[in-house]
Every structure is written in C-alpha cells, then in structure tokens.
C-alpha cells in the first residue's frame, strides 16, 4: 500500500517495493482475508445484465470453493512447484464476469497452475491460436461457448479437460467434457497451497492484438504487486470506507483482471461481477446506482458512450473514482466526468506486458487534458531514444520505456525468446522495456501522449499524433465516434483522415463533413484538421475497445486510391 502524501514529490521518496521471495496471488487476495474475517464481502453477483438476483460471495467461501477447485485441478494430474524456469500446466478460463471466474483463476494460483484468460466473444479462430499456443490442458466454460469449441476440439490434442460451469444438460457431444459442478462437489475444500515464489509463472495473457498475432505476455505471480501502486494512485488512493469496485472490462483482459478484480481483493474490498450481453449507459449506471459502486474503472469507449447518452447529466451516482486506460483522455472527458459523474477522471497508462506505470492522481494535483500523468511510484518510466537507449531532453518526443526489472514487467512472451529479445534495448542507463508508443517529457515531470510508433502522422513536415484531434472531433455534437489516421497523399506524404460514427440524428452529408472539419481547424492548428471525412457505421475496435487503427489506415489506403 502506498503511504499517505501530499504529492508524487513525497511519494517517489518515500516508496520502496516489499516483494517477498515467496509469494502467491490466491494466498493474497483470498486465504489472507479468509483467515481474519472470512464473512467479509469479496463478490457480488449481479446476474445478466445487472437485473438478476444478486449472489454474495464472502472470503470464506471464496476459499473453500477455490480450494475445491484446486483440488480438482491436482485430480486431475495438474500443479508446479517453485520452479522460475518452467511454467506450470495451464488452465484456460473462457467465461464472463461471475463467481466460478474468480475461484478458477485463484485456485489455479494456489495450485501451482498458470491461469489464462480467454474473452467470451473470441471467435474459433482466436481461441484454437490462444488454447493451441499454450498447451492448455484444462478449460473453464460455459455452454454457450461450446458450439464454437466444437469445430476446433480435434485441433487440441493436450486439452484434456473441458468444465461446464452450468452443466452438461443438452451439450455438444466432444471429448473431455466434464460437469463442473459434480466436480467441485467431489472435491475436498481443504487444500495446502503451492508455495510459489514472486518470480513463478502465474498468469498467459495474450495481447490484444492491435497489430500482428496476438502474443502470450507471461507474468509472474508478482504482477500483481507491481500493479498495487497505480491502482491505488489512479483511485486516489485505497482503500476508503464504503469503497466497492466495478467494471465492465471483462476478466479475460489485463485491465479487469489485474486492475479490479486482484487488487480490488488484495484490498478487502468487494467487487461487484455483471455479465453485460451489450453494454448500454443507462444498464451501466443502472447497476452502479443499485449497488452504490464507488470506484469504476470506465475504458474510454464506455465513457464516449456514457457521454452521448442524453440523460448523462443527471444519474445520481455515488462514485468516489473513476479511472480510465487504454486510449488517451482530452479535455472533453475530462469536463463531463466532472460535470456527470461527479468525480475527476484519473487517466492512467500501461499495456499488458508492463501495465500500470504511468497515473493522473486528482487526490494529488488537477489532471490536464493530453497528459497522462507522471510515473507512478516505484517505476522507472522514461522517454527515451530507442536506438541508444538514452532518455530524451524534454519537449524532445521518444518511446516510452520501463527500467528493468520491475515487479509489474512480464517475463517474456510465451514460448517466443526473439519477440521478448526485441521488447528491449540496453543503453548505458541500463536495459529498458519498450512500450512502442511516443510521448513528450515536460519540464515539470508529466507525460504528454503522441501516439504509437506507427499511428503517429507525417504531413508537410508536421508530426501530428492523433488522439488530440480525436478528441477535438468528439467535441462536435455529430460525432458518437472519431479515429484519426495518416492518409497517402502526393503533396503532403500523408493527410489527416478522420473515421466518424455520426451520433443518432445526424446522416452523413457534405454540410456535416464540412461542419466537422472547421470545428477541429477553429480549435486547433491548421495543420491539424482533417482533410478527408470518411463516415462509417461502426469503428474497428479490439475486444478491449482499443480502436484498430491499422485497420483504419488500410482503409484509407483504398480510398487514397479511389481518389476519395
């Protein structure tokens, strides 16, 4: 836990990690708060789409059930050691938000197992790379993800076990199928733990794959203590009476996984688990005003929805922080999260193999808008020159890179030693993990975002990063929407082609291309505005809600060549 202070000055001196050699997440987050106070809340349940009837869930019974499946696991053949060098059996998780989903992922932990993530809307395709990559020998589902099971389940010779948390009744006949719940009832609750190191492997999560194949980031179990810190400064600071968390980030993601649910535990607070079948504003606030949620973490998509919805302003929510990842926040967020939802929106930054390393904190000092805040305490987070391994002088724009080693640093991708060599480069300062995105240091020790490597703009000279001009585009009352690429262009090398959702009420037109071009050119530079609309019905976007913008700039590729 972070000490009490009244700056990130006080804070970066006084900081230091406590990672002991042994440790592990399941003990942690669970048997710990059993011990103590096992009727403490860890879970609520809130059925389908936030409007079923809710189960609660204690530390106590979070741990028998857990070690219940534990002891399924070892039934089975399954378990590791202490052994750094080798990864222990793995076991695939592929459902939403709801109790088995935690009590699979801490058994596994206790266990000696590695857990792995898998996203309920992966397709076949996504889940036979993910299951065949890893070798997974044990699989957590549902029925509904069956039918998609079923046309790869020849293509998995060592998945030997598939549990049906919601049982067999009317399955799919393949091979391995196992009722869950017969299992768990045939299993003991007691269950010594594995004493697993810091270093052991816990955790394969796969990249969400906004380029290229996704890849399996291989975490230790002291991932999770490397990610305490951000989580508490982006929720100015844990844990606060009445503090109880929710997100719609699914599980199966780095960002609800590790930046909710664990820490959330880690903590003694109870989470809230929902399984949304499409998120809409109104069921997301809903469920947190039923609740009473005080801390959320909203990806910038959900809240560009909550923002366009019309009755946003008046909610009546009781949150006490709001966080936010994986695309940079502008000052239009900012100013409707004070205005809606009652509380400054902390940005933070970080991706799956090193998450959580840069933070806006409001408790400490305003957020502003196009910054992303500073590095949280015990990172060692530069802007540096990737070719040297030098950190850039500042306003000088560079990769963002991690100091190795660093608790929240992965150990390297699963079964891929060429990908891990080229995720590093060593400088005389040391060796440095590079994120692959661009930002600016200021003089006064923040980070100003620019862009990935490749999303980055060159136009007559001008390097021009993209989320500013997003932002500025949802400004506009047309626009649900906005992603901004380069586009091929003869005299300029590239243009700045802007992507629109239109918002409901507003068709596509010539009056409306032009309306929305000259709000970002009386805005912004001149340079800056967006030479080419392009209006589409729905923008490309990763499971996580990233927008693709790779995708984004092949199709204006095709349509430079179209001459459009």
Known sequence: ???????YAVLGRTFRWDVPDS??????????????????LALIEAGEDGRGPETRTSFGQLRDLS?????VLAGFGLGSGQDTDAAGDRVAILLSQRRETALAHIGAFKAGCVSLPLFTLFGPEALLHRLRDSGARVLVTDRASLPR???IRDDLPALEHILVVDGLAGAPHMPGLVDFAAAMEGASSDFTPVDTLADTPAVLIYTSGTTGNPKGALHGHRVLLGHLPGVEISHDFLPAEGDLFWTPADWAWIGGLFDVLLPALHHGIAVVACRFGKFTPQAACDLMRRFGVRNAFLPPTALKMMKADPSSRDWGLRLRSVASGGETLGSELLDWGRQALGVTINEFYGQTECNMIVSACAALERPEPGIMGRPVPGHRVEVIDPATGLPQP??????IAVLSPDPVMFLG????PGATAAKFVTGPTGRWLLTGDRAERRPDGRLRFVGRDDDVISSGGYRIGPAEIEDCLIGHPAVQMAGVVGQPDPLRGEIVAAFIRLAPGFDPSDAIRDAIADHVRTRLAAYEF???????DEMPATTTGKTIRARLREMAKALAVEGR
Not at 1 to 7: H, N, R
Not at 394 to 399: A, K, Q
Not at 530 to 536: G, L
């Open 67 to 71: 070690n219940r499946f534990a002891n």
């Open 413 to 416: 991708y699963w079964q891929n």
């Open 23 to 40: 440790y592990n997440i399941g003990v942690d987050v669970c048997d710990r708060w059993a011990a103590v106070d096992p009727d403490r």
């Open 149 to 151: 099971l079923a046309g």
């Open 530 to 536: 967006p030479r080419a609309i392009h209006f589409i």
């Open 394 to 399: 500042d306003g000088v724009e560079g990769t």
């Open 1 to 7: 836990m972070l000490p009490s202070a009244d700056s």
